[in-house]
C-alpha cells in the first residue's frame, strides 16, 4: 500500500512539472522563438514519466481484484 500511496503523490508532483513545462513552452511560442528551442521538447519528460505512473495507477485495481480472487 505504501507504493500505491507513493506513487500518487509523486504523480500529482510531476503533474505540476508538467504544466509549468508545458506553459514556459508556450510562453516561448508566444515570444516567437524557434521551434528548435529545447524549452519545446521539456514537456515530454514529465509527461513519459506521467504515462508510466497513470498506466501503474489504473492497473493496481485489476491487478488486487485478480489476486483476491485466486
Same mark, same amino acid.
Given at each position: 500500500m505504501?507504493l500505491?500511496?507513493?506513487t500518487?503523490?509523486f504523480?500529482?508532483w510531476v503533474?505540476?512539472? @508538467?504544466i509549468a513545462t508545458v *506553459?514556459?513552452?508556450?510562453?516561448?511560442?508566444a +515570444?516567437?522563438?524557434? +521551434?528548435q528551442?529545447? *524549452?519545446?521538447?521539456?514537456?515530454l519528460?514529465p509527461l @513519459?514519466?506521467?504515462? *508510466? +505512473?497513470?498506466?501503474?495507477? @489504473?492497473?493496481l485495481?485489476?491487478?488486487?481484484r485478480r489476486?483476491?480472487t485466486?
Open positions: 505504501a500505491s500511496k507513493w500518487r503523490s504523480h500529482r503533474s505540476m512539472l @508538467f *506553459i514556459a513552452a508556450t510562453v516561448a511560442a +515570444t516567437g522563438q524557434s +521551434t528551442n529545447p *524549452i519545446f521538447y521539456l514537456p519528460a @513519459f514519466v506521467l504515462m *508510466i +505512473t497513470g498506466l501503474y495507477m @489504473f492497473v485495481p485489476y491487478v488486487r489476486a483476491v485466486e
